[in-house]
Structures are given as C-alpha cells and as structure tokens.
C-alpha cells in the first residue's frame, strides 16, 4: 500500500462513519415525515431528504474508491490520486455538514425533534 499519513486515514474513516450516519439519519427521517405527513404535503423536503442521502452516499463511495486505489498502489500513489483524494476529504466533509444541517432543518420545520 502506498503509505498514506496516518492523520489521514483516520480523517477519512471518520468522514465515512459520519457519513453512514447522515446516510442513516436522512432515510429514517424521511421515513417519519412521509408515515406522517405523506408524499403530498412534503414533497419538497422528502426530496431534499433523498438528496441529502445521495450526496452522503455518492461521498461515501468516493472515500472508499480512492482509498482503495491508494491501497493497491505500490511503491507510491500517483499524485492525481492523491489529489484527487485530498479534494474528496474536503467535499465530503462539506458535504456531510450540509447534510446535516438540511436534515436538521427539516426536523425542526416539522417538528421532529
């Protein structure tokens, strides 16, 4: 494996394990709202749910794929790689913070909390 600092690692770990949450969170509160509310009256925010988990989980895969990549490499990760890794740390974080916070509205928007 092309060694990777270990800050690192531990950085992209994290960001999947909070991704998985965002992931869990958005599809459970999606299922409240719509058990509730229905299709009808939260449209909008059952889709803003649905987008949230897909950016969560189109990050997550992203991680994954590239740290593979990285994994498999040897001696060295090609610096594309690695840059391409470095902006995928820094989306999902972004990512996973917007997540967050349009999940969040939308359980105080309906009460939820």
């Not at 092309?2 to 531990?10: F, S």
């Not at 999902?92 to 967050?100: D, K, V």
């Amino acid at each position: 494996m092309a060694k990777l600092p270990k800050e690192t690692v531990t950085i992209i770990f994290d960001l999947q394990r909070q991704l998985l949450d965002r992931i869990d969170e958005a599809t459970a509160t999606e299922a409240i709202v719509f058990e509730q509310f229905g299709e009808n009256q939260a449209r909008l925010e059952l889709e803003q749910l649905q987008n949230a988990r897909e950016r969560a989980r189109s990050s997550y895969s992203r991680l994954y794929t590239l740290l593979l990549r990285v994994a498999e490499a040897q001696p060295v990760a090609n610096s594309a790689t690695l840059d391409l890794l470095s902006q995928s740390i820094e989306q999902a974080a972004a990512n996973n913070s917007a997540s967050q916070a349009s999940i969040q509205e939308i359980k105080r928007d309906w009460n939820l909390l």
